[in-house]
T-cell receptor
Framework: DQQVKQNSPSLSVQEGRISILNCDYTNSMFDYFLWYKKYPAEGPTFLISISSIKDKNEDGRFTVFLNKSAKHLSLHIVPSQPGDSAVYFCAASGQGGSEKLVFGKGTKLTVNP | EAGVAQSPRYKIIEKRQSVAFWCNPISGHATLYWYQQILGQGPKLLIQFQNNGVVDDSQLPKDRFSAERLKGVDSTLKIQPAKLEDSAVYLC?????????????FGEGSRLTVL
């Protein structure tokens, strides 16, 4: 039973345009969400997080939106750069983040120059 | 600041053989995690340590997998005997406390191929 779903295995965008990566979750107890970025042959690195008490969190070019009623979150990257090409994992946790992280399968983003 | 160190980076073994992976977390990080990432999947938590103690090992196949954390610092993950389906990248991560204090810091991973 996949509790965190990233239904798009891949996404390709042009440099300078917006990248939108989507994530859905089924467990209503999740209240803390994170995005990780992973380059080949490296471990995932933390990108941005959001608590369920907020519906938006912004950090430079990266913004995460949370729609609790739809159990949906999205990561927006504006403007996209070739260096953003990586696999992006959505992850969720319960009890304010004190429970174990559950990861989605990831979305491979390719930003074309 | 040194990151999470893991070794070996790559390991190829035959099924039924044993293998061990080592992890050295970031200095001062109390919490250490071992994740298994099978190709095409997201990382799955195998075991979480808080200092020396096990917090969560509910998804660790205890008939073949074992892990320990020595003196609350380094950790080893062992598989014995290995099965074909154990082929994966084993990621070690550490954090100051639990995930909501910031984020997990991952090592580069140890890629295991079981033939």
């Amino acid at each position: 039973d996949q509790q965190v779903k990233q239904n798009s295995p891949s996404l390709s965008v042009q440099e300078g345009r917006i990248s939108i990566l989507n994530c859905d979750y089924t467990n209503s107890m999740f209240d803390y969400f994170l995005w990780y970025k992973k380059y080949p042959a490296e471990g995932p690195t933390f990108l941005i997080s959001i608590s369920s008490i907020k519906d938006k969190n912004e950090d430079g070019r990266f913004t995460v939106f949370l729609n609790k009623s739809a159990k949906h979150l999205s990561l927006h990257i504006v403007p996209s750069q070739p260096g953003d090409s990586a696999v992006y994992f959505c992850a969720a946790s319960g009890q304010g983040g004190s429970e174990k992280l559950v990861f989605g399968k990831g979305t491979k983003l390719t930003v074309n120059p | 600041e040194a990151g999470v160190a893991q070794s070996p980076r790559y390991k190829i073994i035959e099924k039924r053989q044993s293998v061990a992976f080592w992890c050295n977390p970031i200095s001062g990080h109390a919490t250490l995690y071992w994740y298994q990432q099978i190709l095409g999947q997201g990382p799955k938590l195998l075991i979480q340590f808080q200092n020396n103690g096990v917090v969560d090992d509910s998804q660790l196949p205890k008939d073949r997998f074992s892990a320990e954390r020595l003196k609350g610092v380094d950790s080893t993950l062992k598989i014995q005997p290995a099965k074909l389906e154990d082929s994966a990248v084993y990621l070690c991560a550490s954090s100051l406390w639990t995930v909501n204090t910031g984020e997990l810091f991952f090592g580069e991973g140890s890629r295991l191929t079981v033939l």
